[in-house]
């Protein structure tokens, strides 16, 4: 722990997002949240230095009588990312919304109401869609099971594959995937309105972590198809999905992707205009689908939460110092096929 204790740990901890380069609008989102929290934990007599893991779970059940369920989610994992980094820094001890999180991420995806696709059947669902940008978005989400937001947030830096599928682009893989082939690398440093690799974003990534997930046989395929045809991008990050339409060259946005997910769920019945969550298949359902079939394959929910970007800092050092043995090993005798 730190030899000088930090009066105001939010205040703190806010200065610092601004010296790492976070916009105002994300910073004044976090202090919205922390703040609350800090007046939340001082009514029961503690402080955020204090505060215990019943006291972070009294929160988060607090914040469930107001908000829903995503939003939740994402005021929680705030006060996570909050403790995570004080605790890195050694200017608190110890984070207790880690296990909350823990808690609340066994319970995602457990709508017994959700409709349920087979393998079976989002393997035809993928053979219905033929344009090479339109199937690497689909089984991108189906085979890593990444948030929209993250998969148009990737630029050509964030994949690595091997052979000479990237023959013609200047852009090398990050030093992250410099031993690691057929890879993606998730940053959980991107966030709305901040300027990333050139360029600023119009979504954040909302994991915990950053992440390194495998790049199996299928999704190596359409990823080399879309390669092929990509266009030349207009921003200096080089994003890896890029708009063939009127927005020709212009990194994809979460909107265009799930118009592209609607048009196909569509046309197989899977959404209606006015069909709720559990009835309509978005790429949220995929990120579902992922989770659900992978750790029914596996067992290994470690495996699986690490992929998702949902695990704490211990565990995930744990993946991350045993990615090639363990994760891409796990990954690729278990992950189901879509061809």
């Known amino acids: ?37 800090e007046r939340f934990v001082a009514e029961r007599e503690a402080t955020p230095g204090t505060a215990t893991q019943r006291h972070c779970l009294a929160f988060v059940h607090d914040l469930r009588g107001e908000y829903a369920p995503s939003t939740v989610a994402t005021y929680a994992t705030y006060v996570h990312r ?10 608190l001890d ?30 035809a669902f993928v053979g219905s869609v033929s344009h090479p940008l339109e199937r690497a978005l689909v089984v991108t989400l189906l ?8 998969l148009v947030n990737l630029d050509l ?13 200047d852009v090398s893989p990050r030093p992250q995937l410099d031993t690691r082939p057929n890879s993606l690398y998730v940053d959980s440093e991107v966030a709305r309105d901040d300027s990333v690799n050139g360029e600023v974003r119009t979504a954040s990534n909302k994991r915990k972590r950053a992440t390194v997930v495998p790049v199996d046989g299928e999704l190596r395929r359409e990823l080399t198809r879309w390669l092929a045809i990509r266009p030349d991008a207009r921003s200096p ?63 290994d ?28 090993e796990v990954y ?3 992950v189901y096929s879509l061809l």
Do not use: C
């Not at 085979?143 to 993250?150: A, I, L, Q």
């Not at 830096?157 to 682009?169: P, Q």
């Open 143 to 150: 085979k890593t099971g990444m948030r929209v937001g993250e």
């Open 1 to 37: 722990m730190s030899t000088e204790p930090v009066e105001d740990p939010v205040a703190y901890f806010l200065e610092d997002l601004e010296y790492h380069g976070r916009s105002g609008r994300t910073r004044t989102a976090y202090e919205r949240v922390l703040r609350r929290f």
């Open 332 to 334: 690729e005798r278990n």
């Open 82 to 91: 909050f403790y995570d980094y004080m605790l890195q820094t050694e200017t």
């Open 237 to 299: 990050a080089d994003p890896l999905f890029l708009d063939t339409g009127d927005e020709w060259g212009r990194r994809l946005t979460t909107g265009q992707v799930r118009t592209v997910v609607r048009r196909h769920a569509e046309a197989r019945g899977w959404h209606r205009e006015g069909g709720g969550a559990s009835e309509n298949v978005t790429p949220h359902y995929f990120r579902h689908f992922f989770t659900t079939h992978l750790r029914d394959r596996t067992g």
């Open 157 to 169: 830096r964030d994949l690595a594959l091997d052979g000479d599928v990237r023959a013609g682009y």
């Open 301 to 328: 929910r470690g495996v699986v939460k690490y992929l998702r970007g949902d695990v704490a800092t211990d565990i995930i050092d744990t993946y991350t110092h045993n990615w090639g043995d363990r994760v891409r």
């Open 94 to 123: 110890g984070n207790p919304m880690a296990l909350v999180m823990a808690e609340m991420d066994e319970s995602i995806d457990t709508d017994p109401d959700r409709r349920e696709v087979s393998v079976e059947g989002m393997r």
